[in-house]
């Protein structure tokens, strides 16, 4: 209890240094921007591996165009947030978790438990020049309700896949909610030839009871019409709102590597139901580390990104080292 009352506290610093102002506001973008994300941990550069801990992740958004927000929203976003060019993002995504063991019925005591999360996203966004700042909140359920089963056991029968056997044990159903914030800045360091370099460091929390955490990451980026966009992102925790983007050239494009760091003071996922103590559940780790490493291309209103993210381990009894993933996101402007 005490470290997830030491996090809130830091989720609410960190709101209080989203509140702040940075340089001028960029040009308008009426256009709002669809996007759609997957990621799997069988689906990677590397070898993948076959649903496992954080086994899928699917992400639908909608983020609008610029200082087009009925007057209570904007004014709060203006409040909140200072000066600076308005959106807001609305989103809808479901995490699927399972053991390293999947073919057992009985999943093995120290292993992750089975579960599915649905999940809502409403954030405000607040651009400037360099930077973005970003606060909203996050809910919905984790159980059967969040339809993990349905939809990996669904799948897996439609390649005629073996279906994972332990759902039965999955965690029951249990509402989520939490609020989360965090500011992304753009440093640009430097031009050769055209090819522009820049630094992305960026801070973000969340405060609820689905996960409590605090998150540094910091992102090295190389290309052209590096000003499109404030870098990519994954479904899961660290800075989310960042699919909207604005192309400076006819064709952008960049390649991009980054480092991420976590301190978790509650993550319900592994740690099992709130208010229900035998409900299956593991040890967490508080400190987690993310490597990611990327390329994204914007054309015609188009945005296209892959990464391939590799991950420490989340809780103690976890095993097979670094955990890795792939996540491809496709972005549409309208």
């Known amino acids: 209890m005490q470290t997830r009352l030491t996090l809130s506290f830091g989720a609410c610093a960190l709101l209080a240094l989203a509140s702040s102002t940075a340089m001028a506001t960029p040009l ?11 990621e799997n941990d069988a689906v990677s550069t590397l070898k993948g591996t076959s649903d496992q801990y954080y086994t899928s992740g699917l992400r639908i958004n909608w983020t609008s165009g610029t200082d087009n927000l009925p007057e209570p929203i904007a004014n709060l976003n203006h409040f ?3 000066n600076g060019m308005q959106r807001i993002s609305i989103g809808l995504q479901q995490l699927i978790f399972t053991p390293r063991e999947t073919q057992m019925a009985q999943p093995p005591q120290g292993d992750r438990p089975y579960t599915g999360l649905m999940l809502g996203t409403v954030n405000l966004i607040n651009d400037t020049d360099l930077s973005r700042t970003v606060m909203g909140i996050q809910f919905g359920v984790m159980g059967p309700a969040g339809l993990g089963r349905q939809v990996q056991n669904g799948f897996h029968n439609l390649i005629s896949d073996t279906p994972n056997k332990g759902w039965k044990h999955q965690l029951a159903n249990q509402p989520v909610m939490q609020i989360q914030a965090g500011r992304i800045w753009r440093l640009p360091v430097a031009k050769v030839y ?4 820049d630094v992305l460091p960026a801070v973000s929390g969340a405060a609820g009871d689905y996960r409590t955490y605090a998150d540094a990451a910091a992102t090295f980026r190389i290309g052209q019409g590096l000003d499109s966009d404030f870098g990519n992102s994954t479904i899961g925790p660290g800075l989310d709102g960042t699919d909207a983007f604005r192309g400076t050239r006819p064709v952008a494009w960049y390649f991009y590597g980054g480092v991420e760091g976590q301190a978790v003071g509650y993550d319900a996922s592994l740690q099992g139901n709130t208010v229900r103590p035998n409900s299956p559940h593991v040890e967490k780790v508080w400190d987690v580390g993310e490597i990611h490493a990327g390329v994204a291309v914007m054309w015609h209103g188009m945005r296209l990104s892959y990464s391939q993210n590799w991950q420490t381990a989340q809780f103690k009894s976890q095993k097979a080292g670094l955990f890795n993933y792939g996540s491809l996101k496709l972005s549409v402007k309208f």
Not at 29 to 37: A, E, N
Not at 194 to 197: C, L, P, T, V, Y
């Open 80 to 82: 909140l947030m200072g």
């Open 28 to 38: 308008q973008d009426p256009y709002g921007t669809w996007t759609i994300q997957g």
């Open 194 to 197: 055209g090819i522009g370099m």
